[in-house]
């Protein structure tokens, strides 16, 4: 799903609180451009890092595994 830049601490928080720090997810802006940039990595620690972020994020919450 996409999440407006201003919405992404409060939904990464939201997230990991729900389904736990250790889930893994996926977050990736600037799809098929020159600049674009995907970061594998847990919801606690994506809701931990200080983002700047000016642009639509999407987020793929992954399966268990």
């Known amino acids: 799903f996409y999440e407006a ?3 992404l ?3 990464l928080a939201d997230l990991a609180a ?3 720090p250790e889930r893994g997810v996926t977050l990736a802006r600037e ?3 020159l ?3 995907v970061d594998k990595t847990t919801l606690g ?3 931990a890092v200080t983002l ?3 642009v639509n994020v999407m987020d793929i919450l992954r399966d268990k595994e």
Do not use: D
């Open 35 to 37: 600049h674009e940039e």
């Open 5 to 7: 830049p201003h919405k």
């Open 45 to 47: 620690a994506a809701a």
């Open 9 to 11: 601490r409060a939904t």
């Open 31 to 33: 799809l098929t451009k």
């Open 18 to 20: 729900a389904f736990g």
């Open 52 to 54: 700047t972020v000016r």
